[in-house]
T-cell receptor
């Protein structure tokens, strides 16, 4: 099972770009990389998912190097409402990968 | 759009009592997952279903925990004889593929 490692916390200011990196050295061939956002008293919310290279959607970008042993979530121009915990999850439903625990996540605090 | 529904929102039980949590997955999603989130934010996987069949139950403390996902009924997670350490938020997620959609969670407090 792939285990993920993320920084425990990060601080940023409104309007800045934030990059959160996740290490997953034991990622398997079939595993996808998925990032979730969680606010207090809510369930995690899907942000972005990728397999390799770069993925971009309306809220974030995900950079995955060729060896796939890490990934970086990029949040452009963060606002106060982006203060949350961000989780990196590596797995594949077909191979039972989602028994992998999320880990403690990265607590992002955006300041005015 | 549709959302995963979980009931109740809060549940308080005395130690040794039974607790039953419910989850209505999004229609059309084949997979259902149950996770336990404790104070340090870490999620512990409990069990997953593919339709009504158990897909992976390696995270379940089987002596007290059980779960079902029957056709045309909400999925359920039941804890017999709750213990203090069962106090946590229990999340259900449903998925059509590798993207999981989470419910709002049920906060269980065991006194």
């Amino acid at each position: 099972l792939a285990k993920t490692t993320q920084p425990i916390s990060m601080d940023s200011y409104e309007g800045q770009e934030v990059n959160i990196t996740c290490s997953h050295n034991n990622i398997a061939t079939n595993d996808y990389i998925t990032w979730y956002q969680q606010f207090p008293s809510q369930g995690p919310r899907f942000i972005i998912q990728g397999y390799k290279t770069k993925v971009t959607n309306e809220v974030a970008s995900l950079f995955i190097p060729a060896d796939r042993k890490s990934s970086t979530l990029s949040l452009p121009r963060v606002s106060l409402s982006d203060t949350a915990v961000y989780y990196c999850l590596v797995g594949d439903i077909g191979t039972g990968g989602f028994k992998t625990i999320f880990g403690a996540g990265t607590r992002l605090f955006v300041k005015a | 759009g549709e959302e995963v529904a979980q009931t109740p929102k809060h549940l308080v039980r005395g130690e040794g009592q039974k607790a039953k949590l419910y989850c209505a997955p999004i229609k059309g999603h084949s997979y259902v997952f149950w996770y336990q989130q404790v104070l340090k934010n870490e999620f512990k996987f409990l069990i997953s279903f593919q339709n009504e069949n158990v897909f992976d139950e390696t995270g379940m403390p089987k002596e007290r925990f059980s779960a079902k996902c029957l056709p045309n009924s909400p999925c359920s997670l039941e804890i017999q004889a709750t213990k203090l350490e069962d106090s946590a938020v229990y999340f259900c997620a449903s998925s059509p593929n590798n993207e999981q959609f989470f419910g709002p969670g049920t906060r269980l407090t065991v006194l």
